[in-house]
């Protein structure tokens, strides 16, 4: 398939294939390493803590059914008060087990969640993901994810609550973000993109629809942006990620092409941002210790997440 | 059913009802606050990561059956190289979902998980709990679980590398391995327990029954350690937690009686410490920035987990 | 004696008599909390220290006779090697002495420093410094200073090495260092600001007049600059501190009135910034933990000084 | 001369000469990396500040004309409201110089301070040593000392508020201290031991007497749990720092030998412990960041401080 030109610039700038060694699975988080840990540490200042993970059941899931088979969380009863002791009604017990799509809520994409042009991140072939799962990349290979956060809040800093539905996010705009963080990107900082579509989950006007389609989003040129910057992986509070419908028409998932697949960068979606927007405009600190460890889902494409930031 | 006295006295020494108030669900973390918070990034020093949690697969799970229904984890896919372009093999997308357990791995139980008199913790009526979930202290109520951590390394206290089977491990337990780790309990802390029962783990050697039963573990005695030194949650390396078979006939898990429903103390089970120990043993630093926070399973019994400490 | 209209409007808009009580002698001091030193020491990443005092002796004194009286250090010997012992070759000991004007080298102003319309600090009398030393302001007062620091490196942010002889730094001067060094000003930093002007001092080339006159330095402009960010203390690379040959003609060391007399900010001279520069300029951080406690010098004008930053 | 030989084994086995190569004049302060730094750093909780320096004065002074010549601070005018402006009473400014001893107040020793046998520290001879100063082991040496601090609190440790007058402290009596502290020494702290005897300071009871002599203090046999554990510095509450009398009769402060001559272990002398050890106490926590960075007085034999302990 021919490729759009200005697709094919960036994805030949921002490749990180090799960069690594011919062995790596985990792309840019490389660059999380124990000064980056210890950066995280020194971000910590008032000790106030936000879990960012959304809530898992089935009637407060996210999903609507745009990519079938991405279900809500299932949770069903194992034991429900089941005594432990001859009495009955003395000592008892409950346990309960739970089904959920890996991607269905607050989540990581596993690199190996894209392939195109049959090849994964690093150039494993896209084969390697079969029934069992992926045999390379998969999101169990990455480990401790915790590193030091920053959150680029481009909605505050357009002067808005919301982007605009489909407003593509532009290097710009994230510019803008650290300048009203006043923050400087280090090597190895994980960062947080607020848009504000989450004011769509609110209880009193939820709507699925809205808050999938059309969407604020990360574009082609973000994904330069991060990687000239060295950033080690990148959440937001939408649904896609990306700009959604894409602005390219012949590409599908473009940036998820780009994170993925040619940079090996890990990326969130549906990171709840809005109480940590509040306080980072409140004290006006952007940073902190963030930790956004997966579940050791061997050979996964994806895992649930309650990413925990302290300020 | 008459309790025995030697349960009942320590019952009454460590009950926390009503200590956070009559509408507490969260029990001991009440007493993680900013300052321990601080606390947890001031002990990060080397900035070296360890993630404690074990695989989550169905070939490495740990159940034997021992608890029925308590399944290992089942992982299945939704998608395998799903084209998303006309020309099929462009671009595609693989997806997953996973089943299991929420206790069946590494995990924190919910204060839920058990009652005893018809009782939960704060007074909460066991009947709280239905095939609908636990309407009360369900484990998405802990929000952020982030604090320092101390690694009470009692096998090499004792000079072991792992306790005897059966070992019922004491205060003076205790007390030794905070010797050996030159480190103070501060109220907040979160204490992990290490028999090294975990070496029947090990690839080589790998025997779940032996992991299971019989094994060292925690004590109704060390029960009224926790609450006088104020740890707000503990956690070991075993299946059980606590030391099984129990030494107390006629009672049924007693340190779970203890700990969920008159103290209000989550526990922890199957957490890796091993490497953790070994790094420990290393520095000579025992304690670490600790951060085990559940997935947000709206009402559940249970929270698989992959905890990180950072030292 | 009339002073000139855009001296007056600055000194209403920067005057904190009053705003910390009637009896406060420490001014702006008071803006470093508990919160302000966990900020302090939360910047600490790499552990690098940088001090940051000049060197004294007589032949390494940077005084030139400008000020009558301010004499280099002078250090004399009180023991040279006295016997302890009936042998006199077996135990010995050595000791001395020093002598020096307390601003002499690197140090801090007192607030008692100076004086105008017979006023100092929050409305002291002038006539409160006597024979006998500072009654009100004096140097002891400050206790323990310590807090975030922040390098603004004007000179590096203008692209040279050194500012021009009798640049007067703009408030504009001061956004591009904040700018060059990504950094946001918090209320209660320590802001030491770099004009390169110690290449004077260079073993090869040293100049005590070149210097020392005339000299780039801080202006009437950027004390307001320093108010509306609240800054606690601010120190240069230099031995006047301001702009030098003032271009007020007919005022005299005008910024020492605003900042040691109208805001009662502790201000501090000829620190040595070189190295700490290049550092902050290799990783891109200007934020650090810095000390620099006066000695207990009671009743004091000024205090010498060894800082330390610890990045 | 014979040496006792308790001592001659004390001496070889704590003799640090060639450790650091043979052009070392820094001694165990090496030890003190980025590392223990990042401790220093780490240690910082609650961001509480307290300065260990006593007043500088002539009347606060605490010499006694033990040792002749160590004279008290004296401060002197340089100015008194001298006039900057043709208006005499517009705008003034005052100014002073000070007379002190090196050590007559809260300081360190350098380690050229003493010799024996014709050598100081790492071998270099006594007779570099001159009336220009110390050509070797100046107190300018030793740059920023900032480490980790800890409080060895023995007098509370043994139950009382000041060690019995002559107490010689042992390595048993540090034990206890870390014991009351639950803390674990760590290679390049440096650690602060309270004897209590300050309290013949105290206004209502001031006694330069009793504070001199008989004084509680450390001893041979500390020097050697000193060097066992690492530690970077140490200081006392106490003007002769070590048991004085001395219990050696035919030794002239061998504490002294052995710390600054054999060990190079800097030592301090009078540092107010008192506030410090009331938090310690309050909040069980006996770490914080210290500096205590000497003034660069080149080649200097002591110097005044004002040390800075956070917590």
């Given at each position: 398939?021919?490729?759009?030109?200005?697709?094919?610039?960036?994805?030949?700038?921002?490749?990180?294939?090799?960069?690594?060694?011919?062995?790596?699975?985990?792309?840019?988080?490389?660059?999380?390493?124990?000064?980056?840990?210890?950066?995280?540490?020194?971000?910590?200042v008032s000790g106030r803590a936000f879990?960012l993970?959304?809530?898992?059941?089935?009637?407060?899931?996210?999903?609507?059914?745009?990519?079938?088979?991405?279900?809500?969380?299932?949770?069903?009863?194992?034991?429900?008060?089941?005594?432990?002791?001859?009495?009955?009604?003395?000592?008892?017990?409950?346990?309960?087990?739970?089904?959920?799509?890996?991607?269905?809520?607050?989540?990581?994409?596993?690199?190996?969640?894209?392939?195109?042009?049959?090849?994964?991140?690093?150039?494993?072939?896209?084969?390697?993901?079969?029934?069992?799962?992926?045999?390379?990349?998969?999101?169990?290979?990455?480990?401790?994810?915790?590193?030091?956060g920053?959150l680029?809040d481009?909605?505050r800093?357009?002067?808005?609550?919301?982007?605009?539905?489909?407003?593509?996010?532009?290097?710009?705009?994230?510019?803008?973000?650290?300048?009203?963080g006043?923050?400087?990107?280090?090597?190895?900082?994980?960062?947080?993109?607020r848009?504000?579509?989450?004011?769509?989950?609110?209880?009193?006007?939820?709507?699925?629809?809205?808050?999938?389609?059309?969407?604020?989003?990360?574009?082609?040129?973000?994904?330069?942006?991060?990687?000239?910057?060295?950033?080690?992986?990148?959440?937001?509070?939408?649904?896609?990620?990306?700009?959604?419908?894409?602005?390219?028409?012949?590409?599908?998932?473009?940036?998820?092409?780009?994170?993925?697949?040619?940079?090996?960068?890990?990326?969130?979606?549906?990171?709840v941002l809005d109480p940590l927007a509040e306080d980072c405009a409140d004290d006006g600190r952007y940073t902190f210790?963030?930790?956004?460890?997966?579940?050791?889902?061997?050979?996964?494409?994806?895992?649930?997440?309650?990413?925990?930031a302290v300020k």
């Open positions: 398939m021919p490729v759009p030109a200005a697709f094919a610039d960036i994805a030949a700038r921002v490749r990180n294939w090799g960069r690594w060694g011919p062995d790596d699975e985990v792309g840019t988080l490389n660059l999380v390493d124990s000064e980056a840990r210890r950066r995280a540490a020194a971000s910590v879990a993970g959304l809530p898992l059941s089935q009637s407060e899931g996210i999903q609507s059914g745009l990519v079938p088979g991405r279900d809500n969380p299932s949770r069903t009863m194992i034991h429900v008060n089941d005594p432990l002791s001859p009495d009955p009604e003395w000592i008892c017990s409950s346990e309960d087990k739970v089904t959920m799509a890996t991607q269905c809520a607050t989540h990581w994409d596993a690199l190996a969640h894209v392939s195109y042009g049959g090849m994964l991140y690093n150039g494993y072939p896209a084969s390697s993901v079969t029934e069992a799962g992926a045999a390379r990349c998969g999101i169990h290979r990455l480990g401790a994810v915790l590193s030091r920053v680029l481009v909605a800093a357009l002067g808005r609550d919301v982007l605009e539905p489909g407003h593509p996010i532009s290097p710009g705009d994230l510019d803008a973000a650290c300048e009203l006043r923050v400087a990107i280090e090597p190895g900082d994980i960062v947080l993109v848009t504000g579509q989450m004011v769509h989950l609110a209880p009193e006007r939820r709507d699925l629809i809205a808050y999938t389609w059309p969407s604020p989003g990360l574009t082609i040129e973000t994904a330069e942006w991060f990687h000239t910057h060295d950033v080690a992986a990148v959440a937001t509070d939408t649904l896609v990620f990306e700009v959604f419908p894409s602005p390219h028409e012949d590409l599908y998932l473009p940036v998820h092409l780009l994170h993925l697949v040619e940079m090996g960068l890990t990326q969130g979606q549906n990171f210790l963030l930790d956004a460890t997966p579940l050791r889902l061997t050979d996964a494409l994806g895992t649930p997440l309650n990413p925990v």
